[in-house]
Structures are given as C-alpha cells and as structure tokens.
C-alpha cells in the first residue's frame, strides 16, 4: 500500500509559496510528496532521482535548491534532505504514533546528518534523544551449547548433573558386564 502525503490547501496561501515560479513550486512539492520522503521530513535522495522524477537538469535542481536553502526552507546534506519545518505540520504533538516515528527516523541517522538537523534549524526537539545516533556494537556472541538442566544459570549445575552421572556411570558398567558394587 502507498503512503499517502496530505498538503493543506493553505499550502497555495503561503507567502513564501507565493514568490515561487512554477517551478520552484513542484521542486518544493516534490521534496514533501516523493516517495522516499518519511514522517521526520529527513530522507535519502540522490539528485539522479530528483531529476529522473522531476524532469528537471541537476543544474535547474541546484539553483532552486540554493533559493531553497537560503530560505531555511530545505537544507541539503551530503545525498540527504532535511525539511526543517516538515515536523511542526505533523501534529506530533497530538499524536505520540508520530512522535515515536520521528523519534525512530532520527534515532536511524548518522550522526554527521543528526548533527546537520540542529546547524539548519529542524523544528523537532531533538533532546528527547539520549545520546546522537552511534552504530551499535556488536552483541556478545551466544555460546554454542545450552544448558539443560533446570536451574536458571547456565555456568553452574547444581539439579541434575550428578544424577546424569551416576546414569552415566550405570550404563557405562552395564555395557562392560561389570557387577555392580
């Protein structure tokens, strides 16, 4: 199933919107409405795509992407967009679905485009976030056995293990034919 972007129609009464030409109007529509664009408003998208989809030269997409940025309306890091004002339209506040879903995307990022989000003026408080994003480390490897007896430690056998020897040692004398003492 597609997601679904809503614009508000008062998308059209915006001021800055205004002063737009046509297409400056569809570059900033797309960068809200592409298919790669997420709830946090920070997505992946090479200037390939943008120009595959739009129609549009790298060098019409980098002078209204300058326009853009100097407006503090979509900052451009590395391959990444960052719509600093996206967050603030999603009712996140209203909604902790959302929250939790920016909180998730951001969490995601590398840290050198978490750090971008702060340096551009990204309408989300990123505070709620301990530490910024770091790659996990490893988790310890398993150990390839596993503990069959009953207690809840898997170092100590302190249940079953002598009776297991004992059993052992009983089959043991049974197979050699030795009495039993």
């Known amino acids: 199933m597609?997601?679904?972007?809503?614009?508000s129609t008062s998308f059209w009464d915006d001021e800055w919107v205004q002063t737009l030409d046509?297409?400056?109007?569809?570059?900033?529509?797309y960068y809200m409405t592409n298919p790669l664009t997420n709830i946090a408003?920070?997505?992946?998208?090479?200037?390939?795509?943008?120009?595959?989809?739009?129609g549009f030269t790298y060098d019409t997409i980098?002078?209204?992407?300058?326009?853009?940025?100097?407006?503090?309306?979509?900052?451009?890091?590395?391959e990444y967009i960052i719509i600093p004002s996206w967050p603030k339209h999603q009712r996140y506040g209203q909604r902790a679905a959302i929250?939790?879903?920016?909180?998730?995307?951001?969490?995601?990022?590398?840290?050198?485009?978490?750090?971008e989000l702060k340096a551009c003026g990204y309408k989300f408080d990123t505070s709620c976030i301990d530490d910024?994003?770091?790659i996990p480390p490893p988790s310890p490897p398993r150990?390839?056995?596993?503990?069959?007896?009953?207690?809840?430690?898997?170092?100590?056998?302190?249940?079953?293990?002598?009776a297991a020897r004992g059993l052992s040692e009983l089959v043991d004398k049974l197979a050699s034919n030795k009495k039993f003492t």
């Open 143 to 162: 150990p390839r056995y596993s503990d069959s007896d009953l207690d809840t430690d898997t170092d100590i056998d302190l249940d079953s293990d002598s």
């Open 41 to 54: 408003g920070v997505y992946k998208i090479s200037v390939r795509r943008i120009s595959f989809d739009t």
């Open 22 to 29: 046509p297409s400056e109007k569809l570059l900033y529509l």
């Open 99 to 115: 929250r939790l879903g920016i909180i998730s995307i951001l969490k995601s990022l590398e840290p050198e485009i978490f750090d």
């Open 132 to 134: 910024p994003p770091t």
């Open 62 to 78: 980098s002078h209204i992407m300058q326009k853009f940025e100097q407006a503090g309306k979509v900052h451009r890091a590395g």
């Open 2 to 7: 597609a997601t679904q972007r809503y614009i």
